[in-house]
């Protein structure tokens, strides 16, 4: 496995066109519990191997944007995910986010729900 930071770096290259350091110095990555971190580098080791979520056949994300996400008010949204790139950008999905909006795949630190 790659090193982490050179990992999300090729993966904002590949979805952005360009790379930053965010992801070293995430305050939301650097507040989850080693379990949840596991599970955030899992989800990017598998979006290394078969590339966007959305854009497989197999992978269903259930992304709902903003006004269709019934669990915003108690902190399930994309804005308190650890894997929000952008206010508009996730980094295993291709499609455009809403900070409001939710998928299945939220890596939420504790804390932030309830």
């Not at 990017?44 to 497989?56: I, R």
């Amino acid at each position: 496995m790659a090193d982490r930071t050179e990992l999300v770096r090729t993966i904002e290259k590949l979805v952005y066109g360009t790379s930053s350091d965010e992801w070293a110095n995430k305050p939301l990555y650097d507040t989850l519990p080693e379990d949840e971190k596991a599970l955030a580098d899992g989800l990017l080791d598998v979006y290394e191997k078969v590339g966007p979520f959305d854009l497989t056949e197999s992978i269903w994300v259930g992304y709902v944007p903003a006004d269709q996400n019934e669990d915003a008010a108690i902190g399930v949204k994309c804005d308190n995910c650890a894997l929000m790139a952008a206010p508009d950008r996730c980094m295993i999905l291709e499609q455009t986010i809403e900070p409001e909006g939710n998928c299945r795949f939220s890596v939420i630190p504790p804390g932030y729900v309830g």
